[in-house]
């Protein structure tokens, strides 16, 4: 085990790169579908399978989303983008090569800022984002002197996101993907599921003394098909590498695969190190140019972003910090609060009821919010009730947000009379409740004449109990203090 | 320029190529000539000329997002040397 004295000894340098698939209805080059999960080798296409004489044609669509992930990350777009081939021989590569962007990728530099532990705002720097094709999969099974190969994924399209080495630790690589999946889910470009595959992530690690100017040696790590284990994998690659460094080791640069079930990295080195992608220009595609004017038109169609609605909760909605960003986590969450907003102008309860009631109920269910079975202008109905005294609040988080969730057909008001829900803040149904619990209790209102005003709870929690919770608080509050106090 | 065995040797892994150890000396001399041949275009002054990646001057030969029907699994299978009814078979690739 690695203590943390040496640990602190060193700095840890990681990049990463991730891919995104894009949410496109055809692929990157042909017009074979993209589907998850249909029966193996049905979405192809001569194009895809890599037959002799047929030609790639670029998806429009997919350089589009490329586009949005580069504007949303302030990256510079290209305007002058050719493809190249990257050559290597793997059986779920039909071509033998992959269609992807070296020297021109579509976005250059930019940054996608993250939260740090201390609260503050890191900017992690992307270095590029380019457009590629994904391959096909491959199944060694157990037992079975084949390997079985699946081409409905081959040439589904990807955008690849590489980071500048300048993430420090596992919680910020982890904190670095989940911004980016957000990300890719407000610009509705990508599913954003790491355990589907549909966003995927490799790091690449090196340690180095603090204060030294000469980086280590770097290794790749792949195959980590969640957020925890991305973290698991850089924490233990971390610290096999210290640990190394410490013994008198050399780190050799390599890729290393990781082992969820051992929670350990291994080495895979073999002959497909030697690899060298040999790229050229892709001969069978004409150069992509960005005019200003498409560019334009996909900045005007862009999405809102995080940060954006962030923005305008606390500046227009008035809510605090914390609210915003609680609400802005996801992205079905945020719209639905917007649609909210426009239908009522009680800002405040309207995040309140989102991070309650609404919340609480799609946890308990772990729905997504798009099933929820409220619209957005049944909370406002609710909010209304509450603000104009026909409900309190508890009565409607408690009693009516449910019964109306079970029946959401229904209008609130109408299950709230049919329930017999309904505030009373007439004087005349009140007061008898008032002296009734006076009557009752003699001797507590001779105390509380004495000075004990602490008991005016107690008096207040009989009346509502007596009327059932009905019974408006701030009316009641004011009848009993006057009869206590005649 | 000149190709040693050892270029030869990686330039066959590349390919996934096998050859007869007795014909390596042809084959260094055949493609140090291609080579030789191909550095000639060294001569030209390129200076100020972007590179030509593409035969045609078009440019933004684009297609909108839509799925077309596939080709038939069948068909697709068809030419396949090893096959099942689901997948391509190749020969096992991890051990």
Known sequence: ?486 | MKIDKATLQKIAHLARLDFEEAGADKMVADMTEILDWVEKLNELDTDGVEPLTNMSAEQNVLREDEAKEPLSHERGLLNAPKKDSDYFRVPKVME
């Open chain 1, 1 to 486: 085990m690695l203590n943390q004295e040496i640990r602190d000894k060193y700095k840890v340098v990681i990049g990463l790169e991730v891919h995104a698939q894009l949410l496109t209805q055809s692929k990157m080059y042909a017009s074979d579908p993209v589907e998850y999960g249909n029966l193996p080798n049905t979405n192809i296409s001569v194009i895809t399978l890599g037959h002799p004489g047929t030609l790639p044609v670029v998806n429009k669509r997919a350089v589009e989303y490329a586009m949005r992930m580069g504007i949303a990350c302030r990256s510079e777009i290209t305007r002058y983008n050719i493809f190249d081939r990257k050559n290597y021989f793997y059986p779920d590569l039909p071509k033998g090569y992959q269609v992807t962007q070296d020297k021109t990728p579509i976005c250059r530099g930019g940054f996608i800022a993250i939260k740090t532990k201390e609260g503050g705002e890191k900017q992690v720097s992307l270095t590029r984002i380019h457009m590629e094709e994904d391959s096909g999969k491959s199944m060694h099974l157990e037992g079975d002197v084949d390997t079985l190969v699946d081409f409905n994924r081959a040439g589904t399209p990807l955008i690849e996101i590489v980071t500048e080495p300048v993430v420090e630790s596992s919680e910020e690589a982890y904190v670095f993907l989940q911004e980016i999946r957000r990300l890719v889910r407000y610009l509705d470009i990508c599913d954003g599921n790491m355990e589907e595959g549909s966003l995927r992530c490799d790091a690449n690690i090196s340690v180095m003394l603090a204060g030294s100017e000469v980086y280590g040696k770097k290794v790749e790590v792949k195959n980590m098909n969640s957020f925890r284990n991305v973290q698991r994998a850089i924490e233990y690659e971390i610290e096999r590498q210290i640990l190394a460094v410490e013994a008198g080791e050399k780190i050799s640069s390599e890729t290393r695969t990781f082992d969820a079930t051992t929670g350990t990295t291994i080495s895979m080195r073999t002959k497909e190190e030697l690899n060298d992608y040999r790229y050229f220009p892709e001969p069978d595609l004409s150069p992509l140019v960005i005019s200003d004017e498409w560019l334009n038109s996909v900045k005007e169609q862009m999405p809102s972003l995080p940060w954006e609605l962030l923005h305008k909760f606390v500046n227009e909605y008035g809510l605090s910090e914390y609210d915003a960003q609680v609400l802005t986590d996801s992205k079905n969450i945020a719209l639905y609060f917007e649609e909210l907003c426009s239908q009522t102008r009680n800002y405040k309860a309207a995040a309140n009821w989102m991070m309650g009631p609404v919340k609480g109920y799609l946890n308990e269910l772990t729905l997504d919010i798009t099933n929820f079975p409220l619209k957005p202008a049944q909370v406002a109905e609710l909010i209304e009730l509450v603000d104009s005294n026909k409900v309190s609040f508890s009565v409607a988080s408690q009693k009516l947000y449910p019964l109306l969730l079970q029946q959401p057909q229904q209008k609130a008001i109408a299950i709230a009379e049919a329930e017999n829900l309904l505030q009373e803040s007439n004087e005349d149904t009140i007061l008898p409740i008032i002296e009734d619990v006076i009557a009752a209790w003699p001797e507590k209102v001779e105390e509380y004449r004495g000075g004990k005003k602490g008991l005016l709870g107690l008096f207040m929690g009989e009346v509502m109990k007596k009327s059932q919770g009905k019974a408006d608080p701030k009316k009641t509050n004011q009848l009993l203090r006057e009869a206590l106090e005649k």
